[in-house]
């Protein structure tokens, strides 16, 4: 039985569901301003202050859910109506101060923004510049440091505070991860959706005939626990899709594609970025740019599996479903907005499948696409090299490949300023913006730790375990894997 982590994923979930019946019935336009009353039917609130507010939240989750303010290119939006209870102030005084001679806290701080009253230290947060000085020098650990969750979810610095309090997003900086999304507290910030035209999109396919795929990532592994894969292939298939077909397949030709180019641009690069995670090719375009040509040129495995379906079947749609944000915005790039048309989450699948009324823990096992093991081990950290190292080998690319794995952001920061002083000792760099890498993508349907054992129990299921062998009976003679 499906289960949600806190009232936030719930209401999110709720939404979604709403306006996806609504456009199944073909009343969206005129009945979308009734979902508030619908979620909230009574005059009591469920979690906020009042019901008034509730609904005028849940107004702008339906906006989103309908696509969002479309002259705002990030698919991070704030909702402002939502942000209102974090404290702003960072650093505070707590009873721990001793009230100490020594004064060191206001000795080291640059704008004098700490005074002592009766011997304890008190902060002019008009003065204080959030430098940190204080807490680091108090001999009693009494200064706290309160970051606000967004804030702290956001290593790129992207999110800062307005006149209003309210959390703001800089697209400049923001690399569209989505951990503000799930790290709010309060649903603050959440990513727009394509539920709608999915959905239209699927009902117009049985009209003019054109086949809609469904792109499964391989992170499947880690969502769905109260069914086996099989039915959620099999519950896909039953939402109208021409069919459900892997990205880890689309991973299999990327190792394969990814290997190869290693090979041949290694001694001039002296160092390889994978370019699988757009979160982290992001990050390296707006953070380390002179590391910018080190990226790989291979597309990611969303669109290389894209890819060969409309070489196979040229007037196709796909749906990439998966954890990740960050494919929503990957999709808006030249390069692939031609390959995938739209990107579901797991939470919006999810929501998709409740519309329709499908159970999928009662679903009739489906098929599962002939990807190799390598190819569906793409979703946990350390997978890329994996498969990468394994293509080496069975093509005996006489390369040395000495790769790095970087779980997370921060991980991947601190490799990439090693790698900007040419301090690095790695030649490939496996960046993963989500810890535990795509299985722990901001739009899981449960968070926390992952057992990277269950993406490895789902991958020793593939009927191949070499690449080369999943990918024998596909002609990619056509298909272009370049990013550029």
Not at 369 to 380: L, V, W
């Amino acid at each position: 039985m499906r289960k949600f982590e806190n009232n936030v994923q719930l209401l999110r979930y709720e939404v979604l569901r709403e306006v996806a019946k609504m456009t199944l019935d073909g009343t969206l336009e005129q009945d979308y301003d009734k979902i508030p009353l619908i979620i909230i039917p009574g005059s009591k609130p469920r979690t906020r202050c009042c019901v008034h507010k509730e609904r005028a939240i849940i107004s702008d989750r339906v906006k989103l859910a309908m696509g969002g303010d479309k002259e705002n290119p990030n698919i991070i939006e704030t909702i402002r109506e939502a942000c209102d209870e974090c404290p702003v102030q960072r650093f505070n005084v707590t009873d721990s101060c001793r009230g100490c001679i020594a004064h060191k806290c206001s000795e080291v701080c640059p704008k004098g923004a700490i005074v002592h009253v009766h011997g304890k230290a008190y902060i002019d947060s008009e003065k204080c510049i959030e430098c940190g000085r204080c807490a680091q020098s108090c001999p009693y650990n009494a200064i706290s440091d309160t970051l606000r969750p967004c804030v702290r979810a956001c290593t790129p610095n992207a999110i800062s505070i307005d006149e209003d309090k309210k959390a703001v997003i800089d697209n400049k900086k923001c690399i569209q991860c989505g951990a503000c999304v799930y790290q709010c507290p309060f649903g603050a910030m959440s990513d727009k959706s394509s539920i709608v035209d999915v959905v239209k999109t699927i009902q117009k396919s049985k009209i003019d005939g054109t086949h809609v795929y469904a792109a499964i990532a391989p992170a499947i592994a880690s969502q769905f626990s109260y069914a086996r894969i099989e039915q959620v292939v099999r519950g896909v298939k039953m939402l109208g899709f021409h069919d459900v077909v892997e990205v880890a397949l689309g991973a299999d030709i990327v190792a394969m594609h990814e290997a190869h180019e290693f090979a041949e641009t290694v001694a001039e690069k002296k160092l390889v970025t994978s370019s699988c995670c757009p979160a982290f090719v992001s990050y390296i375009r707006k953070n380390y740019p002179s590391l910018e040509s080190k990226i790989s040129n291979t597309v990611s495995p969303m669109v290389a599996i894209a890819r060969l379906i409309k070489d196979m079947d040229k007037d196709a749609k796909i749906v990439f479903i998966g954890p990740c944000t960050a494919k929503k915005a990957e999709i808006q790039q030249d390069f692939a907005k031609e390959d995938v048309d739209y990107v579901l989450t797991f939470e919006e699948l999810q929501a998709l499948l409740d519309a329709h009324g499908i159970s999928i823990e009662n679903c009739d096992d489906g098929p599962l696409n002939n990807a190799s093991f390598y190819g569906r081990i793409f979703a946990r950290s350390g997978g890329v090299a994996d498969a990468v190292k394994h293509v080496a080998a069975a093509e005996n690319i006489d390369v040395e490949f000495n790769p790095t794995n970087c779980d997370g952001i921060k991980e991947c920061d601190k490799a990439l300023k090693l790698a900007k002083v040419n301090a690095l000792k790695f030649n490939f760099i496996e960046g993963m913006a989500c810890v535990g890498g795509c299985i722990g993508g901001a739009a899981s349907l449960c968070h926390g730790p992952k057992d990277k054992k269950e993406v490895d129990k789902y991958a020793s299921l593939a009927m191949e375990t070499d690449v080369k062998d999943a990918l024998r009976v596909l002609n990619l003679e056509n298909v272009n894997l370049d990013r550029e």
